[in-house]
């Protein structure tokens, strides 16, 4: 199992530009997350997904915005990039039910700067 | 709004020695608490979960809960340079999404 990948590894762009983020998992997890991550400022959730399908969001939405057509598959997608959306950007996902099912698993992030 | 909190450090120690993490939460109805490790340039990876009151051990780790007092700690016991990270604390939400609140992270140094 690959776990959870994410593409690119490092992206710049421009102030303005899009871009999607891809996150992919093999675990046949129900449950998606999207985090970004601030130097010394923790992770904190853009949006998640409980299914395909089915999205929601998070604590820090403003400028993204997500899809899940399948089971696999929650990119996330920025549009008008910003100078604040420069962070880290880091996909998890967690089977969902039971205690068990309540662990993230994390993918290796996709660096992100916006000049 | 959910808190999750931790001293950021550096928390320094020796090699050898024992290493005590904590952290405390807001919200009462938390029922799921995790430790993850994270080294710098990677992403975080769970070390333990805990569910109930009291201690849990695995290897050199040992998370302990006190909901009462709302609070969670991680021990490292014979500290290791290779432990040298920053250590997350992550509280689930108690809705049925299974978020998480993390907090900010406690970085830890292993001198040898």
């Known amino acids: 199992n690959a776990g959870v990948t994410q593409t690119p590894k490092f992206r710049i762009l421009k102030i303005g530009q899009s871009m999607t983020l891809q996150c992919t998992q093999d675990?046949?997890?129900?449950?998606m997350y999207w985090y970004r991550q601030d130097p010394g400022m923790g992770l904190k959730l853009i949006y998640y997904s409980v299914g395909a399908g089915i999205t929601d969001k998070g604590e820090v939405p403003n400028g993204y915005n997500v899809s899940r057509s399948t089971t696999e598959d929650f990119p996330l997608r920025l549009e008008l990039a910003a100078p604040s959306q420069t962070s880290v950007y880091f996909c998890?996902?967690?089977?969902?039910?039971?205690?068990?099912?309540?662990?993230?698993?994390f993918g290796p992030g996709t660096r992100l700067l916006v000049l | 709004q959910k808190e999750v909190e931790q001293n950021s450090g550096p928390l320094s120690v020796p090699e050898g020695a024992i290493a005590s993490l904590n952290c405390t939460y807001s919200d009462r109805g938390s029922q799921s608490f995790f430790w993850y490790r994270q080294y710098s340039g990677k992403s975080p990876e769970l070390i333990m979960s805990i569910y109930s009151n009291g201690d849990k051990e695995d290897g050199r780790f040992t998370a302990q809960l006190n909901k009462a007092s709302q609070y969670v700690s991680l021990l490292i016991r014979d500290s290791q340079p290779s432990d040298s990270a920053t250590y997350l604390c992550a509280v689930n939400s108690g809705g049925s999404q299974g978020n998480l609140i993390f907090g900010k992270g406690t970085k830890l140094s292993v001198k040898p």
């Open positions: 998890a996902s967690s089977y969902g039910s039971g205690r068990a099912g309540e662990t993230q698993y």
């Open positions: 675990m046949n997890h129900n449950y």
